[in-house]
């Protein structure tokens, strides 16, 4: 009998413990202040991302070496609770000196997580490049709302998955969001982090100068479907 | 030669020293992580706000035993830097038990700090009351971003101070706000604190569930004024 017992606390503790142990959130006590239980990196480190970029420096500009993005098929769409991902079948590349990366999976964030002087956006996507060894490389590019719904998200705001089931997108226009964006050619680069545990420092960021519009509805859906995704700007290294 | 080196070395420290310790921010060492160097309670306290309200409790409402928001005409609007206030003629008034409370102040956070179930909105409005020992009680109102502006922001982005001057808004549709939030018939009541430094706790709090229109225009005029203006929500008291 109490054996039994035992048992059965024992049992009930189990998945409230692999949750906590697993997933990081953006409220309560598996939110950004505590994501250092995820990674310690996330509280010690001493170039965490994202940060406030200071207007004056976000207009000195720096591009990579080769950039591309090509439009890609059959990709896949997953929803990961906190993030809505697109990985697979994507063809996208970056050469910084000599170093290639290739395009691993792209995501959104609502709010904007870098800002400017203070400011803002709507949305922050962010294309995730991997080089061989594992080191990355992040394309930032910001989203305001506008009156006309934007193409490249037309697609991905179809085929958000509700649960946990993926799905596949047939074709995504990702050449048009590099034109968009100038070929990288105004871009603010700096050393920081993943944003999300387990935070790995030494990522090369751009952020992209130009903002570019998402329709009102589109946004809707994709900030319904996240909620606050954002975590706060991180204190610069020397930074008083 | 050196006590005027000395003068000059102790005067170009000033201004910066006085900023350092007077004026909070969003962002880097004066942002939210460092509130407790403005005031310890931002830091220690056990009911601090904005919180993350569990969907289910957000559906238990309570109601003020009387509340009251008049037109006001001649109200004072200032930039404060890191909000948009407005204040002085107006007329609101607020019951809690044998408690009376008058409309202190209201003012906006960029995006809302309260967020239900980890979702947010565009803009929260915090109308602030006092009664006569100094207690506040705040109604905190979710405004998203919609086709048509709306007539209530309309006198207020039209005179937003672009400096440190103050202006004077002839007319302001208070009573529409408190009609179009159902006379606070649905309101999530809890008890927190002030959401910027010094954070003072025994604040009522009274969060609408009616989220109501901004104009798209109306919206980036606001945002664009004050940047990101919402701190991260906080833990609440046991949870776990």
Redesign the interface.
């Known amino acids: 009998m109490l054996s039994s017992l035992i048992f059965i606390i024992s049992f009930s503790f189990i998945p409230a413990v692999l949750v906590f142990a697993a997933d990081f959130?953006?409220?309560?006590?598996t939110?950004?202040?505590f994501w250092g239980k995820f990674n310690e990196t996330c509280l010690q480190g001493e170039n965490q991302s994202p940060i406030?970029i200071p207007y004056d420096e976000f207009l000195k500009f720096t591009k990579p070496d080769y950039i591309s993005f090509d439009d890609s098929h059959n990709v896949e769409i997953e929803n990961k609770g906190h993030s809505i991902e697109i990985s697979k079948n994507l063809s996208g590349k970056l050469k910084i000196k000599d170093d290639d990366y290739e395009l691993l999976q792209f995501h959104f964030h609502t709010?904007s997580e870098h800002?400017v002087?203070?400011?803002?956006h709507d949305v922050e996507a962010h294309f995730v490049f991997t080089d061989k060894e594992g080191k990355y490389s992040v394309v930032g590019v910001f989203y305001?709302?506008s009156?006309q719904p934007s193409e490249f998200f037309n697609p991905i705001i179809a085929n958000i998955p509700h649960g946990e089931d993926k799905k596949t997108i047939e074709f995504i226009g990702l050449s048009s969001v590099l034109k968009d964006i100038d070929w990288l050619n105004k871009a603010y680069n700096y050393f920081g982090s993943l944003t999300t545990p387990p935070c790995t420092e030494g990522v090369i960021w751009w952020v992209a100068h130009s903002v570019q519009p998402i329709g009102?509805d589109q946004f809707?859906k994709l900030?319904?479907t996240t909620?606050?995704n954002s975590r706060?700007?991180q204190?610069?290294k020397g930074?008083?």
Do not use: N
């Not at 959130?25 to 006590?29: P, W």
């Open positions: 959130s953006y409220s309560g006590i939110g950004p202040a406030d709010p800002r002087d203070g400011k803002y305001d709302i009156d009102k809707f900030r319904d909620g606050f706060y700007t204190v610069r930074e008083k």
